[in-house]
């Protein structure tokens, strides 16, 4: 069974960073696209960044490019979520989701995922 367990999220002040972790077990975590979503109260979930098995292609959301970058160390099995210049916007729950094993599709919508994690909160003050 794949499991997906966020951490990293809390409280910051606007202009802060923060870095958000996502270990996966149970999966060829190699072979799997990754991706970050948000969903703030009262809205769908959004997404924020995604990145191929390889690393080597990534995708941000236009609210957050040049503040966010996406990484991964596939030896760790995790991925990674570094988070500038926070605002008051950024304040969410923030899921890390992974596709199925060998899948090369668009990253940007839910379902591409087949596997979440359990979401961890960032909150931004201004």
């Known amino acids: 069974q794949v499991q997906l367990v966020e951490s990293g999220g809390g409280l910051v002040q606007a202009g802060g960073s923060l870095r958000l972790s996502c270990a996966v077990s149970g999966r060829t975590f190699s072979t799997c696209a990754m991706g970050w979503f948000r969903q703030a109260p009262g809205k769908e979930r959004e997404f924020v960044s995604g990145?191929?098995?390889?690393?080597?292609?990534?995708y941000y959301a236009d609210s957050v490019k040049g503040r966010f970058t996406i990484s991964r160390d596939n030896a760790k099995n995790t991925v990674y979520l570094q988070m500038n210049n926070l605002g008051p916007e950024d304040t969410a729950v923030y899921y890390c989701?992974?596709?199925?094993?060998?899948?090369?599709?668009?990253?940007?919508?839910?379902?591409?995922?087949?596997?979440w994690g359990q979401g961890t909160q960032v909150t931004v003050s201004s």
């Open positions: 990145i191929r098995w390889n690393a080597r292609i990534t």
């Open positions: 989701a992974a596709s199925p094993t060998g899948y090369i599709g668009n990253l940007y919508s839910t379902s591409a995922y087949d596997s």
